[in-house]
């Protein structure tokens, strides 16, 4: 058997999708991801820092975290810990509650604008689509919004 290593998951990424899928139950993957899109975009215009270190990639539907696409994949919306096997040992990482309190407020504050912007546009083809087919690689954000 396999011993079992634990160990605390501090990433910002996991923390804030944590709480968008707890606190407002967003679990559709497309609508989730281009939440995380715009919450970065908004963020980084507001306050000239990144909301997280990650970068997303142009897919087909949208912008995408590929760590938080794969969690969702293996994990579904489960949220409290990352499971990873090696061939020594089972590691289990908790993932944190976000207790940023900047974090938290903004996107309490920015949520309902940007989810009604996301539902009216989920569908569309819109300007996601002209970049994703310029770039076809990885989309850095901060390239972009000031254009």
Do not use: C
């Not at 923390?15 to 707890?22: D, G």
């Amino acid at each position: 058997m396999n011993k079992v290593k634990y160990k605390i998951n501090n990433d910002i990424i996991f923390s804030i999708t944590k709480y968008l899928v707890e606190k407002y139950n967003i679990k559709e993957p497309v609508k989730l991801q281009k939440i995380l899109y715009f919450l970065y975009l908004d963020y980084l215009k507001q306050y000239d820092e990144k909301l997280f270190d990650d970068e997303f990639e142009a897919w087909i539907y949208g912008p995408v975290i590929r760590k938080i696409f794969n969690h969702i994949r293996y994990n579904g919306y489960n949220f409290i810990e990352i499971e990873s096997y090696t061939d020594k040992y089972l590691e289990i990482e908790k993932i944190q509650y976000l207790t940023d309190e900047k974090v938290k407020n903004f996107i309490n504050e920015n949520i309902k604008k940007i989810h009604k912007y996301v539902i009216n546009r989920i569908s569309r083809k819109n300007s996601w689509f002209i970049t994703m087919n310029k770039s076809k690689k990885k989309f850095r954000a901060t390239r972009y919004i000031k254009k």
